[in-house]
């Protein structure tokens, strides 16, 4: 069974300039989570969609959106980039939004601001 | 959103037992308690969760107290694979909120 596949890898991006991360959750799974780590903050919840529905937002600034298509893949967006935007994204995938749902993590998108 | 607190690092001697622990004072009757863990240069992965009673799984045990302010996660035979940042969430399952990762323990397992 593919685990969460999450691209690309790793990308570098000048201050101002956009950029679209993509995510695929593992086949039949609904709800997608996207989440920012950096070494002074740590993990940090951006949002989560299911049925291409924003569920939960965390506190990260109109910059950052989302969405999901119809067959649960997801992509986010960073617009106007700053160089506090460096960071590993993660993003992670479960059945359902229920609390019985283990979230399953892809190998995280890394993004380099300059 | 409940809090957790951990140890900020432990160490462990390979094939030796570890107990990680985590205080959660705060948690409500409706709030699951999940642990993961980051190795390098990976993503965060499941270990186990539980709400009441204690856990086993292949990976690990789940030690929840009874007034369920602390538990301990038990990992029964140490491995250099296990060295990792081991997070303890609670998460409210009725509210199906997000999870809020703390810093974590960060696990040194020496050969």
């Known amino acids: 069974k593919a685990g969460v596949t999450q691209t690309p890898r790793y990308l570098i991006k000048t201050r101002g300039q956009q950029v679209t991360l993509s995510c695929s959750p593992i086949?039949?799974?609904?709800?997608v989570s996207w989440y920012q780590q950096t070494p002074g903050q740590g993990l940090q919840f951006l949002f989560e969609?299911?049925?291409?529905?924003?569920?939960n937002k965390g506190n990260f600034p109109g910059r950052f959106s989302g969405r999901q298509f119809s067959n649960s893949r997801s992509e986010m967006n960073v617009s106007t980039l700053e160089l506090g935007d460096s960071a590993l994204y993660l993003c992670?995938?479960?059945?359902?939004?229920?609390?019985?749902?283990?979230?399953?993590f892809g190998e995280g998108s890394r993004l380099t601001v300059l | 959103d409940a809090k957790t607190t951990q140890p900020n690092s432990m160490e462990s001697n390979e094939e030796e037992p570890v107990h990680l622990p985590c205080n959660h004072s705060?948690?409500?009757?409706?709030?699951?308690i999940h642990w993961y863990r980051q190795l390098p240069s990976q993503g965060p992965e499941y270990v186990i969760h539980?709400?009441?009673s204690n856990v086993n799984n292949r990976m690990a045990s789940l030690a929840i107290a009874e007034d369920r302010k602390s538990s301990t996660l038990i990992l029964h035979r140490a491995t250099l694979r296990d060295a990792a940042v081991y997070y303890c969430?609670?998460?409210?399952?009725?509210?199906?909120?997000?999870?809020?990762f703390g810093p974590g323990t960060r696990l040194s397992v020496l050969p």
């Open positions: 705060t948690i409500s009757g409706t709030d699951y």
């Open positions: 992670a995938s479960s059945r359902g939004t229920g609390n019985t749902g283990e979230l399953f």
């Open positions: 969609y299911f049925s291409e529905t924003q569920r």
């Open positions: 086949s039949g799974h609904r709800s």
């Open positions: 969430i609670l998460r409210d399952g009725a509210r199906g909120q997000n999870f809020v």
């Open positions: 539980g709400l009441t």
